[in-house]
């Protein structure tokens, strides 16, 4: 009887340890009931190294167990890659007051990010879109005072509200589909001057309609080269019969020819007077 007993505890003492060393959920319980007798400053590192793991697009996709006891900190889970074993292993040793490092990771090419992961990495994609679109809508001189509303799901932007003309419809469509990794655009703004742009608006002689067209335009493609430039916001275009000049300042010589360049290529323009200045020359 006793030993029937004895192998029965055995076989559920192993039973107990494969389930905790194959499985999150085992290796989640040991964590836990580990991190009841962690010191403050061990549990204050295990937090370090978990926001550490979050901000990287490598490893926040998978469950990587963390554990710090007396200084040194283990790591268990699986990642697909050696590769992605030994980058969590160096940014545990970047993060101060870790005295040694215990990388039990396994890797197994056939794993997936989980679909926790997925999910908040999709949503903060999609927060990140949000913020950059609003920025490049409210500097966007030909948009200012016009009312568009901007959200995204799953990287596809949706615009709504109403604008003054086709030209700002479309040109805050560009602006959209200009951020990184915008999948695609639905454009539901309203246009409240269908005909503007196309033929003369009443008040405003047909030649300067087309002049404000077409300064609009050079906007909006400097704008969509806005990452190459140190500030786009401080350049500033003219058009007039179908000469362009750009004034304002900009960070280099390459800046200056840049903003040339993007210009000359709008559709309708004839000719560029580029008097930019370059701000270190002002020095």
Known sequence: MARKTLITVLLLII????FVYFTATGRSLLGRVWGESQSADDIARTNKVKSAFSLSKRLSAYDINVVA????VTLTG????EVDKQLAGSVVKDIPDISRVDNQLQVNPGIKPSETSLREGMRVTDLEIRADLNEK?????????????????????TLTGRVESPAQKTGAEQLARSIPNVVDVVNNLEVSNPAAGQNETPGVPEASSKNKDLTNRVLFALFNER??????????????EGNVTLTGSV???A????????????????????????ATQAK
């Open 15 to 18: 039973a107990l340890g494969l």
């Open 69 to 72: 006891k007396d200084g040194a």
């Open 78 to 81: 699986q990642v697909p890659t």
């Open 137 to 157: 809508l409210a500097m966007s001189q030909a948009l200012q005072g016009q009312n568009v509303q901007a959200t995204v799901q799953d990287r596809t932007v």
């Open 227 to 240: 990452e190459n430039f140190a500030d786009v916001g401080l350049i500033k275009a003219a058009g007039r």
């Open 251 to 253: 960070a280099s010589r």
């Open 255 to 278: 800046e200056k020819a840049l903003a040339e360049r993007i210009t000359r290529d709008v559709d309708g323009v004839k000719g560029v007077v580029n008097q930019l200045t370059v």
